[in-house]
């Protein structure tokens, strides 16, 4: 869906982008990396806000930087900053905009009031978009980037600025656009939380280069025979019997702690255990290394370290 | 029994086409002429621009009836075609309303983008740089327009109808249509190169009348100490003017040749939409 | 736990849009979460417990005294607002380097406490670059270099992580986790639950302007009575096991999970189920891939306490 090869970037003397080059498939892509990595640059190579100053790319099997007009018909881009068209009414401005993109006035007001109702603004469709709450606007900007039906959805920091129910539903939102079939997303975030509960593949960006493109799954390695768990309970006893039995105690954070048992020793020795020394275990689970360490090891690894 | 289909839940495609147009910018003036038509004082405005129209009307029937005896000395000075047409367009009160109503209509139109930031939205669009631009300078093109080049062609056929000969000369109707065209393009790129300036909309307002103040005192000022007529090039409704007598061909108001004030309007023009053009290309940049 | 931040019947409100009302908290060292949605009155209390606005009723004290415009006070109060508030022109360095001299070090000491504190934010390489260049994450950090600068005894952030890339989001966390465990006092305000799970399972939560709950995330998990506990357990033997636990009293459901392998059972009684089931799998042996409870965790208690 999305080719690109040898595309570089500079803003002056600084080189933002160097040599980078990306095969995406259809689906929806997590875009991670730290301050400076080159995502802002490299969304905006893609709307064409930028022309690369070397290489070659094509999106849905249009050439970048010649066909401006016709691609950004075809792309739908929630901006991560404040943005609004002050003195109109959610539904005049997403219809506008709609206009804007192609489609026939009465067509771009239809199309206004269906995308108002599925990002939930129904109720608030008819007000002034500067009275709008943080949350609103957030709503605004996806549904002003689905109005024209794109078939490629930029979204950066979705999430920004929402409270924690907020949040929660537009991520539902984005998983339930994934869903549809000839729907392609690429997510922007910090928040690797965000990523994780959304997309299933991830490209990692740092220094101006693209250092992992792979799933999510793939980056996570388990690690086996350690398990993490928490206890209700008098702790001491249990852990004695544990560690009599040759296994490892750690305690991590928040009253988590990790066993470590060594290959002999089956995980229903811990619960037998448990019900020894009459201790509960509530929570039981083979550790994963989570998105963020996973993250950490990919761009250590790609600083050299 | 037929099964009854039910709506899906969720996101639904839209099954239209986008059409791609030479006027997808179209949309940007129609939307913004309804928004300056909405504004306060809009109607006390457009009525005060459309005053000079009236009494001109006035003046063309009542020259017709020589029995009348009111606004005598204005028929007096409308002898001919090319000085009623030029004392119409040229006239201070009407440059005055002009460089109103572009404030009026004009002086928000990129500055109100830049403080809302609404940049990413329209970009992000199949709109290029030239789009917006076009967009953007057809409003104030507009209403610019319809204070002068409407009552400009309506008062020609009044004055068909009241003197009841269908005679006109075609170079009056050239003159009809270039002054405004001249003017009211030079306004109106004046206005959105000044608007693309600062998103704070009242130091653009502020700044566009001072342009056309200052610029008049200082003419005037240079004048008195060089004793040349010649300042007066930098005077905005002081060129105005001597276009006015550039196109009907009618005694310079000001001692100098005529076709500069034509020639420099037109300079600015073309200087202001490439500096548009180039900060427009900037902010998209930046996005 | 002796209180650092006390308040007392404090409401504010702004003519007639209601900040907060009749508050009633105790806070400690350590570190603790502020949440709530957005307008319930977050930003409202931490300015005022920042010293920055003035209570309408009520009293709000630190460390014992009262704290609006209480300007030596503010020598062990550090605070992170929301919003960009720096000086677009200056450098990163002159910067801090004058807010340490506000703070009343003199020209050495200040020098010191300003590059101790950027570098902890890891803004040591950009310090002579203009704010106004810096990109929005860099500024957040440097709102958060401005409020640690003095190394103050209570810390209050308001959405300290917004915008921050997740490598100093980390570094980040283990800071302000590092200041609790040496017995500071810091309060975070935050929309981002998962970071204030990580780092503290002490919260306030504010809604519509007063307090819905107050304490440890797990013991107000377990006061909320009116939905049963959700614990999850993935083995394989499902049907099994659900089979066995049936029978007992406390189970109110039980519920298959499409993928065949989990079921999710939910109790109102949470201590006496998970005596039953641990005794269950020692005694049968059944094997456990999993056991979770999926609801007790701080996005379920916000849900639940906000009402949907």
Request: charged fraction near 20%; glycine fraction near 8%.
């Amino acid at each position: 869906m999305i080719k690109l090869e040898n595309i570089s970037f500079s803003y002056g003397n600084i080189e933002a982008i160097r040599n980078v080059s990306l095969a995406l498939p259809a689906g929806i892509f997590g875009l991670l990396g730290p301050n400076g990595a080159g995502k802002t640059t490299l969304m905006k190579l893609l709307l064409g806000f930028l022309v690369p100053a070397s290489g070659r790319g094509e999106i849905m099997g249009q050439a970048l930087a010649e066909k401006q007009k016709s691609l950004r018909r075809g792309i739908g881009y929630m901006p991560e900053s404040e943005c609004l068209i002050p003195g109109m009414d959610a539904v005049a401005l997403t219809a506008y905009l709609g206009e804007l993109s192609g489609m026939p006035r009465q067509e771009a007001m239809k199309r206004a009031h269906d995308v108002l109702y599925y990002v939930g603004l129904e109720e608030s469709r008819y007000r002034q978009v500067e009275t709008y709450s943080a949350g609103m606007k957030q709503r605004l900007k996806l549904a002003q980037a689905l109005v024209h039906d794109p078939k490629l959805l930029l979204l950066d920091e979705p999430t920004s600025g929402m409270d924690p129910a907020g949040r929660k539903e537009m991520l539902e939102l984005i998983r339930d656009i994934a869903k549809k079939e000839s729907m392609n997303i690429i997510i922007s975030s910090h928040l690797l939380p965000d990523i994780e509960s959304t997309c299933r593949q991830v490209v990692i960006m740092n220094k101006g280069r693209i250092v992992a493109e792979e799933s999510i799954a793939g980056l996570k390695k388990d690690n086996f025979n350690i398990y993490e768990i928490k206890v209700v309970g008098e702790q001491a006893p249990f852990f004695a019997k544990l560690r009599s039995l040759n296994c490892g105690v750690e305690e991590k954070d928040q009253a988590l702690f990790h066993i470590l048992l060594p290959g002999d020793v089956a995980p229903a020795a811990l619960f037998r255990a448990a019900h020894e020394t009459g201790v509960q275990i509530r929570h039981f689970r083979q550790s994963r290394t989570s998105l963020e360490d996973a993250f950490m090891d990919v761009i250590n690894e790609a600083n050299g370290h | 029994m037929k099964q009854m289909d039910i709506r899906e839940k969720g996101y639904r495609h839209w099954e239209g086409e986008l059409k791609s147009s030479h006027f997808n910018w179209l949309p940007i003036t129609l939307n913004g002429v309804k928004t300056v038509f909405k504004k306060k004082y809009a109607k006390l405005i457009f009525s005060l621009s459309a005053s000079t129209f009236f009494v001109f009307l006035a003046a063309v029937y009542v020259s017709t009836k020589p029995e009348l005896k009111i606004l005598s000395e204005l028929v007096r000075l409308l002898k001919s075609d090319a000085e009623l047409f030029k004392t119409f367009y040229a006239n201070g009160f009407l440059i005055f309303m002009l460089v109103i109503l572009s404030i009026f209509s004009g002086a928000d139109l990129i500055s109100a983008d830049l403080k809302s930031k609404a940049f990413p939205l329209y970009f992000a669009r199949p709109l290029s740089r030239s789009d917006y631009l076009t967009g953007k300078f057809s409003i104030v093109l507009f209403y610019l327009l319809s204070f002068t080049l409407v009552p400009g062609i309506l008062l020609l056929l009044f004055k068909m109808i009241f003197t009841g000969s269908l005679s006109f000369s075609p170079l009056l109707l050239l003159g009809i249509i270039a002054f405004p065209l001249i003017a009211c393009v030079f306004l109106a790129s004046l206005t959105l190169a000044l608007s693309i300036l600062s998103p704070n909309t009242k130091f653009i307002q502020i700044a566009i009348f001072l342009v056309y103040m200052f610029s008049n005192n200082l003419a005037q000022i240079l004048r008195a100490i060089f004793k040349s007529d010649y300042f007066f090039l930098v005077s905005l409704p002081g060129n105005i003017q001597q276009l006015g007598c550039f196109v009907f061909g009618t005694n310079p108001a000001y001692h100098f040749p005529a076709w500069l004030s034509a020639l420099l309007l037109t300079a600015i023009s073309a200087l202001a939409v490439f500096w548009l053009s180039w900060r427009i290309k900037k902010a998209e940049a930046q996005t | 736990m002796t209180a650092v931040l006390k308040a007392e019947k404090l409401s504010k409100w702004y003519g007639n849009i209601l900040g907060i009302s009749d508050i009633n908290l105790e806070i400690g060292s350590g570190i603790t979460g502020l949440l709530g949605p957005n307008g319930a009155g977050k930003s409202t209390f931490l300015k005022i417990a920042a010293g920055q606005l003035k209570p309408k009723i009520g009293s709000l004290t630190v460390f014992g005294e009262a704290v609006f415009a209480n300007h030596l006070l503010f020598r062990r109060i550090g605070f992170c607002p929301e919003h960009d508030s720096a000086y677009m022109e200056m450098s990163g360095w002159q910067f801090i380097l004058l807010l340490a001299r506000l703070h009343g070090f003199d020209r050495k000491e200040a020098g010191a406490m300003s590059e101790k504190a950027l570098a902890t934010v890891g803004l040591l390489e950009s310090k002579d670059r203009e704010i106004k260049g810096y990109s929005f994450g860099m500024r957040q950090r440097l709102r958060l270099a401005s409020s640690i600068l003095h190394e103050p005894e209570m810390l209050m952030l308001d959405e300290p992580l917004r915008g921050v890339d997740p490598l100093w989001r980390i570094k980040i966390m283990k800071l302000i986790k590092d200041y609790g465990k040496q017995g500071r006092t810091v309060i975070i305000s935050s929309h981002i639950l998962p970071e204030i799970e990580a780092m503290t399972s002490e919260i306030v939560l504010i809604h519509q302007g007063k307090i819905f709950a107050k304490g440890d995330i797990h013991r107000i998990r377990g006061l909320i009575d009116s939905h049963p506990h959700q614990v999850s357990i993935r083995c394989l033997q499902p049907r099994q096991l659900a089979q066995k636990l049936i029978d007992s009293d406390f189970v109110s459901s039980v519920d298959f999970d499409k993928d065949g392998r989990s079921l999710t059972v939910k109790t109102n009684q949470r201590d006496l189920f998970f005596t039953l089931l641990i005794g269950l799998i020692a005694e049968t042996g059944l094997e456990i891939e999993e056991i979770t409870s999926p609801d007790d965790n701080l996005q379920a208690v916000f849900d639940y306490l906000i009402g949907k």
